[in-house]
T-cell receptor, first 114, second 114 residues
């Protein structure tokens, strides 16, 4: 398996623009997590899905952020409108959905909002 | 509230020194515990995990961790560090139950000096 695949790897956008980050989890995994990593706040859980259903989105910073998982092999994280403080590395991870399984991480998307 | 604490934010060691990184969590129920490592510019990779059984678990690259339930702790250890261990280390806890939520600590940045 190719692992968790995220795209793009790098994104530079202007403030106010819409940004869409994409994630393809490992085949057969039914839990998917979106994390944001910054120097100040470390690794924050934004939202996670079980069987394509959002279970907990309490980490989503505000209404400008939204996430979808239309099927088992694809998820998006959208920021609209983007702001400079959204600049961070966004990681997607997937697992087999049981408590006693590990999460596998993608390479991350480094987002810079100018 | 469920939380994970890593008390050491930055650690600097010389090669061959011993390492111990602290991790505590706040939750009285059954948990699953992980340590992940992030090398510079890379994504998170699993070092080791504990689900049940022997509370002393061994991982890759000579790392081990001990689960002490009474102290809600899962400290990471390595008897002799190498320059190549320079990385950021994250403790993570899956609080299980119906939510399967995976929460990370804030990370410890380890710098090993040759």
């Amino acid at each position: 398996d190719a692992g968790v695949i995220q795209s793009p790897r790098h994104e530079v956008t202007e403030m106010g623009q819409e940004v869409t980050l994409r994630c393809k989890p490992i085949s057969g995994h039914n839990s998917l997590f979106w994390y944001r990593q910054t120097m100040m706040r470390g690794l924050e859980l934004l939202i996670y899905f079980n069987n394509n259903v959002p279970i907990d989105d309490s980490g989503m910073p505000e209404d400008r952020f939204s996430a979808k998982m239309p099927n088992a092999s694809f998820s998006t994280l959208k920021i609209q409108p983007s702001e400079p403080r959204d600049s961070a590395v966004y990681f997607c991870a997937s697992s087999q959905g049981l408590p006693n399984t590990e999460a596998f991480f993608g390479q991350g998307t480094r987002l810079t909002v100018v | 509230a469920q939380s994970v604490s890593q008390h050491n934010h930055h650690v600097i060691l010389s090669e061959a020194a011993s390492l111990e990184l602290g991790c505590n969590y706040s939750y009285g129920g059954t948990v699953n515990l992980f340590w992940y490592v992030q090398y510079p510019g890379q994504h998170l990779q699993l070092l080791l995990k504990y689900f049940s059984g022997d509370p002393l678990v061994k991982g890759i690259k000579g790392f081990e961790a001990e689960f002490i339930k009474s102290k809600f702790s899962f400290n990471l250890r390595k008897p002799s560090v190498q320059w190549s261990d320079t990385a950021e280390y994250f403790c993570a806890v899956n609080f299980g139950g119906a939510t399967n939520k995976l929460i990370f600590g804030t990370g410890t940045l380890l710098a090993v000096q040759p």
